[in-house]
Structure formats: structure tokens, C-alpha cells
């Protein structure tokens, strides 16, 4: 389930994958090598971030890669969950990036689209824990009660 208002509706995501897919074919995602290289130096990055934790290994679904990544920290806002997903982005990101937030029950996940002219990765970082869980909840009640609610 989704909720609250993500940075660039799904559909507008969706729209421009779409567009990419038709303009450098579907071949463009689903190189399993570069994939796997991919997917391999994404969670090396997210080994590395302070505060962070990779759980299990990255899934590859349908030429799209997931990452479940635990945090540590509390989030007070978007902007902290966005600068701790860009700040992931900034090192994995190619020529092309595209980046929609999610609001899910368990977390925030950030779907993109990153590549080059040759090859492409389709993926998810999901930031989850009880931390991601508790502002995904608050930012929820905020949406509703609007700005007189103080958390």
C-alpha cells in the first residue's frame, strides 16, 4: 500500500522507463553481467554508509534490482530520507538518473532508473526499520491533519 505523495508520481516514473525502454530496447535493463556488477558495487556502497545496513544480498526480479537497506537513525523529515538516499545515488549514478519516492507501509522506497547510452539498471532501495517504519507513520499523520499537527 502507498500513501502520501511521492517526489514524481509512479505513473510519471513509469511513463519515462517506458520511453527509455522504447528508445534503447528492453535488452537495455537485462544485461544478468552487468546487472550483477551493478548490483555488487551498489552494496559494497551501502556496506560503507555509516548508519546504514544492507540486508541479505540484492534482488534481481524481472531485470529490476531491490536493495533492503536498515537505518540506523531517526528521520524527522523528507529531506533527511532524501539526502540519505541521494547520498547513495551520488556514488551509483550514471548519465541518466530518474528517482520516484515511495511512502510504503514498512519504509520509503526510492524506485530508479540509471544508465548510459550502452546499458541501463532498473532497481529499488528500500529504506526500512522501525526508524523508516515510525516517520512513514508521522509523515503520514501530518498529510492528514495537515500543518496543526506537531509531532
Known amino acids: 500500500m502507498t500513501g502520501g ?36 558495487g551498489t552494496a559494497a556502497i551501502l556496506r560503507e554508509a555509516e548508519g546504514l545496513h544492507l540486508i541479505g544480498e540484492p534482488e534481481l526480479d524481472d531485470h529490476t534490482l531491490h536493495f533492503n537497506v536498515w537505518i540506523d537513525f531517526p528521520v524527522e523529515d523528507v529531506i533527511v530520507a532524501d539526502d540519505v538516499a541521494f547520498s547513495i545515488f551520488a556514488r551509483l549514478a ?21 544508465g548510459t547510452g550502452l546499458g541501463g539498471h532498473l532497481g529499488s532501495i528500500h529504506l526500512t526499520g522501525p526508524h523508516a517504519a515510525e516517520f512513514v507513520t508521522m509523515h503520514r499523520l501530518r498529510m492528514i491533519e495537515g500543518s496543526q499537527y506537531n509531532a
Open 94 to 114: 550514471e548519465d541518466i538518473f530518474l528517482s520516484a519516492r515511495v511512502f510504503e507501509d514498512r519504509g520509503l522506497r526510492y524506485r530508479f532508473l540509471t
Open 5 to 40: 505523495q511521492s517526489s514524481l508520481p509512479e505513473q510519471a516514473f513509469d511513463d519515462v522507463v517506458d520511453y527509455l525502454l522504447k528508445r534503447f530496447g528492453d535488452a537495455w535493463i537485462s544485461d544478468v553481467r552487468a546487472n550483477q556488477a551493478f548490483a555488487r
